[in-house]
């Protein structure tokens, strides 16, 4: 069974700071992929980056970069430049490797980026 | 450019209707799935399907039931609605290439409240 960790229920920032949310992993899996979604208010869920379990460097999408500790199971979101705009829900959530391939969430952290 | 559409995006009904919540995509993808999610809360699979005629129930409970006629089409029903259905349900699709990605791509979402 797949399991998705954020101890993190909110979270504050000052804009154009950087701000780090925490995801921890565990699996059994040696193949598996890490992702990390955005929820606004308005409540669809936004793809942010994915990491797979074998990928060597960590992933980046513009101000989105993933830092992925595998002996440490972590898959860290980091949003550098935080903007009003970046006020949401933030998912990290597993994939199964085979099979239905569907995904597992964490209990997600809110951010608010203050002015 | 994500194309999966649900409706209705809201429904406030009374206990013991019977109601139908749509999701489509015009992706193509074989892979469809049914999320709940509680306010604030993660989101957990109710149900799946691998492609048309095959569907599976998912990791939480649920007495919601689908079906997949087309390869487009996934529509989620309740026979009974009852306030314990209050919440929202994301609906989601990705190909199945094999791909170490496969995103999933979600839909608005339908957020339910039954009275």
């Known amino acids: 069974a797949q399991k998705i960790t954020q101890t993190q229920p909110g979270m504050f920032v000052q804009e154009k700071e950087a701000v780090t949310l925490d995801c921890t992993y565990d699996?059994?899996?040696?193949?598996?992929?890490l992702f990390w979604y955005k929820q606004p208010s308005s409540g669809e869920m936004i793809f942010l980056i994915y990491q797979g379990s074998y990928d060597e460097q960590n992933a980046t999408e513009g101000r989105y970069s993933l830092n992925f500790q595998k002996a440490r199971k972590s898959a860290n979101l980091v949003i550098s430049a935080s903007q009003l705009g970046d006020s949401a829900m933030y998912f990290c959530?597993?994939?199964?490797?085979?099979?239905?391939?569907?995904?597992?969430f964490g209990s997600g952290t809110r951010l608010q980026v203050q002015p | 450019e994500a194309d999966i559409y649900q409706t209705p995006r809201y429904l406030v009904i009374g206990t013991g209707k019977k109601i139908t919540l749509e999701c489509s995509q015009t992706m193509g993808h074989d892979k469809m799935y049914w999320y709940q999610q509680d306010p604030g809360m993660e989101l957990h699979l109710i149900h799946y399907?691998?492609?048309?005629?095959?569907?599976e129930k998912g990791d939480l409970s649920s007495e919601s039931t689908v079906s997949r006629i087309r390869t487009e089409h996934f529509p989620l029903t309740l026979e009974s609605a009852r306030p314990s259905h209050t919440s929202q349900y994301l609906c989601a699709s990705s190909e199945s290439s094999g791909r170490a990605l496969d995103e999933q791509f979600f839909g608005p979402g339908t957020r339910l409240t039954v009275l």
């Open positions: 699996t059994s899996d040696q193949s598996y992929g």
């Open positions: 959530a597993m994939r199964e490797a085979t099979g239905r391939r569907a995904l597992t």
């Open positions: 399907s691998y492609g048309v005629n095959s569907t």
